[in-house]
């Protein structure tokens, strides 16, 4: 069974850093594409904030490029987010996600989104930003 959980959100000043971790069960982290959302109000969809793909491949969104840093543990089977320089517009509930497929880490999702039936997620950790 697949079971992905995220811990490590926080309320901050904005400015301040905050570091997301998601445990998984169930799969090798290293060799699937997995990515980390947030959700967008009065949206469905959940945007794409970075993903490392089964072959390395970094993606981030522009709006946290230089910012925030995706990476994987294989050995603790876990993934993280680096999040620095937070702003008060990076409020939100944050999701980690995996997919074998491929589509989540996809140029699709990034101009699209996602949707919880695409791939696995995990039940999100908020990160709340103070000016």
């Known amino acids: 069974e697949v079971q992905l959980v995220e811990s490590g959100g926080g309320s901050v000043q904005a400015g301040g850093s905050l570091r997301l971790s998601c445990a998984v069960n169930?799969?090798?982290?290293?060799?699937?594409?997995m990515a980390w959302f947030r959700r967008t109000p009065h949206k469905e969809e959940r945007e794409r904030v970075a993903?490392?793909?089964?072959?390395?491949?970094?993606t981030y969104a522009e709006f946290v490029k230089g910012r925030f840093t995706i990476s994987k543990d294989n050995a603790k089977s876990a993934m993280y987010l680096q999040m620095n320089e937070l702003k008060p517009e990076d409020t939100s509930l944050y999701y980690c996600?995996?997919?074998?497929?491929?589509?989540?880490?996809?140029?699709?999702?990034?101009?699209?989104?996602?949707?919880?039936?695409?791939?696995?997620w995990g039940r999100g950790t908020q990160v709340t930003v103070s000016s």
């Open positions: 996600a995996a997919d074998p497929r491929g589509l989540l880490c996809s140029e699709y999702v990034r101009r699209r989104g996602a949707t919880p039936d695409m791939g696995d």
């Open positions: 993903s490392l793909d089964g072959n390395g491949s970094e």
């Open positions: 169930g799969f090798a982290v290293g060799a699937v594409c």
